[in-house]
């Protein structure tokens, strides 16, 4: 649903039919692994005349905050959120007021417990959004390690949660978004383009174009499918630069907090868990094969 075209965004282009570019998928100084400060991210997407989607790790002050700002620039209120599992996921709130909602009765429980993987299964997150009207997204479904939602089960009450599919990630590779595009259009779902950006250079890599004057009418005509997604992968040396800076803003920021043993402890488990059950399921399918090999 909507149009994915895979090229640097037509800005100009498309806001002259009338179009909106959004960066769905962009991560402020308030997320541990980002260095991109909220008023220089606010000044380039006024100079560049697009929007934000603020989606900081488990943190969404960044959009609540900074919902109406001086300088005018179009903000949604987001959130990355990490379950159980390791998956990521995208939530996307109308209104100040439903993101602070979803914070103070969902996500700040969640994370008195463990503040970088939530204690809370991703099926379980896609349920709580959907009480909370939030509108929910799979980030890089097909990403490295466990942070793309393929990595675990997708039951059908999942998909039928799922509002739009991330296609258009620029720090992903193109095979991963191809594939998060053909996923999307087997489930006629609608498809985002954002950044994923850490860096403040970042923004605007990726976007998400529809006509809307306010946040709200945006998410609607998103989840109607008329949108168009556009943007470019990173290359390689890019990825390589924003990767090293992002591990080193992670790892020193969790160290300062004295939650750095805890970060590594997370990130190492869920890959740890991962691992084991591919290589479970490659053995089981080895021994299945032998067996039929001797008995066929």
Not at 95 to 101: P, S, V
Not at 118 to 134: D, F, G, V
Not at 226 to 252: D, P, Q, T
């Amino acid at each position: 649903m909507g149009k994915v075209v895979f090229r640097e965004p037509d800005r100009e282009g498309l806001s002259a039919a009338g179009f909106l570019g959004v960066d769905m998928h962009f991560h402020s100084d308030r997320s541990f692994d980002s260095l991109a400060r909220i008023d220089h991210a606010l000044r380039r997407a006024r100079k560049l005349g697009i929007g934000i989607a603020f989606t900081d790790h488990n943190e969404m002050s960044a959009g609540a905050r900074f919902f109406n700002n001086a300088q005018k620039v179009f903000v949604i209120p987001g959130v990355e959120l990490t379950s159980s599992e390791g998956t990521h996921t995208l939530l996307y709130f109308s209104t100040a007021r439903a993101c602070r909602e979803f914070a103070s009765r969902v996500l700040k429980p969640l994370k008195r417990k463990d503040p970088f993987k939530l204690p809370i299964t991703t099926e379980e997150l896609y349920e709580s959004a959907k009480e909370h009207q939030a509108t929910v997204c799979a980030p890089h479904p097909f990403g490295p390690g466990v942070t793309g939602v393929h990595k675990i089960r997708i039951t059908r009450a999942m998909e039928r949660s799922l509002d739009c599919v991330e296609g258009v990630n620029a720090y992903a590779t193109h095979e991963m978004n191809a594939k998060a595009v053909r996923w999307a259009d087997r489930l006629k779902k609608p498809i985002t383009g954002g950044s994923d950006g850490h860096l403040v250079a970042e923004l605007g890599q990726a976007l998400t174009f529809c006509q809307a004057h306010d946040v709200h009418e945006f998410l609607d005509e998103l989840r109607r499918g008329h949108c168009i997604s556009m943007g470019r992968e990173n290359s390689l040396y890019e990825k390589a630069i924003v990767g090293v800076e992002k591990e080193e803003s992670f790892v020193g920021r969790a160290h300062k907090r004295h939650e750095g043993i805890k970060l590594v402890k997370d990130q190492l488990g869920v890959e740890w868990s991962y691992l084991k059950q591919k290589v479970r399921k490659g053995w089981m399918h080895e021994e299945h094969a032998l067996f039929h090999t001797h008995h066929g």
